[in-house]
């Protein structure tokens, strides 16, 4: 079984200030991972995956991320925040074993952007 | 706009009654998903249809159910409810079965609210 825990619940950023959000996964077998975005009364929409091949993997919105095998990490960042990117920012971790689709989400990080 | 169809987009009950959530997918996506997000459960699979067939099955309880009707569209049933199934209720598509190839699109939600 395959899950995802990010670490802080909530993020306060500065607006042009880096934003970093911490995601680390547990997989027995080789992951694939994702962020996913979710503004108020919204839906999820994905920001950026990692399957196979590159590590650092760049998304919509100028968020990236960067796969460490070694640490099981997936953390999310981007240069400069932005006021629109106040939201809430889930993790999710899915296998490549072929009977297994569902994607766990993590808890989520509410990400606010001070002015 | 993912162009995923949810209705209602509220709903407001008893305990002990049934309702009804109806999903239409993107155009062309055969793949339908099911995710329940409340407060102190988070974001969970619930379950997955591909083309009319059930694929996959998450934290289902065995009061709910669903169905993936032959215009593809998707209807989760909750039966004999109580105040812990009060959440916010996604349905996502994707084009096929493999949620590694084929990003996940997620509808804006069903709110269902049990008193």
């Known amino acids: 079984a395959q899950s995802v825990t990010q670490l802080g619940s909530h993020v306060s950023v500065s607006e042009g200030a880096l934003v970093l959000l911490r995601c680390n996964y547990s997989s027995s077998v080789p992951p694939y991972l994702f962020w996913y975005v979710q503004y108020p009364n919204q839906g999820l929409q994905l920001l950026l995956k990692y399957t196979t091949g590159a590590?650092?993997?760049?998304?919509?919105?100028?968020?990236?991320?960067?796969?460490?095998?070694?640490?099981?990490?997936?953390?999310?960042?981007?240069?400069?925040?932005?006021?629109?990117?106040?939201?809430?920012?889930?993790?999710?971790?899915?296998?490549?074993?072929?009977?297994?689709?569902k994607l766990s989400f993590g808890a989520g990080t509410t990400v606010t952007v001070r002015a | 706009d993912s162009g995923v169809t949810q209705t209602p987009k509220h709903l407001i009950t008893a305990t002990g009654q049934r309702v009804t959530l109806r999903c239409s997918p993107r155009s062309g996506d055969l793949s339908v998903y099911w995710y329940q997000?409340?407060?102190?459960?988070?974001?969970?699979?619930?379950?997955?249809?591909?083309?009319?067939?059930?694929?996959?099955?998450?934290?289902?309880?065995?009061?709910?159910?669903?169905?993936?009707?032959?215009?593809?569209?998707?209807?989760?049933?909750l039966s004999s409810l109580e105040l812990g199934d009060s959440a916010l209720y996604f349905c996502a598509s994707s084009v096929g079965l493999g949620v590694t190839r084929d990003e996940q699109f997620f509808g804006p939600g069903t709110r269902l609210t049990v008193l």
């Open chain 2, 37 to 77: 997000q409340s407060l102190d459960q988070g974001l969970q699979f619930l379950i997955q249809y591909y083309n009319g067939e059930e694929r996959a099955k998450g934290n289902i309880l065995e009061r709910f159910s669903a169905q993936q009707f032959p215009d593809l569209h998707s209807e989760l049933n």
């Open chain 1, 55 to 101: 590590t650092l993997v760049k998304g919509i919105n100028g968020f990236e991320a960067e796969f460490k095998k070694s640490e099981t990490s997936f953390h999310l960042t981007k240069p400069s925040a932005h006021m629109s990117d106040a939201a809430e920012y889930f993790c999710a971790v899915s296998t490549s074993r072929s009977n297994d689709y």
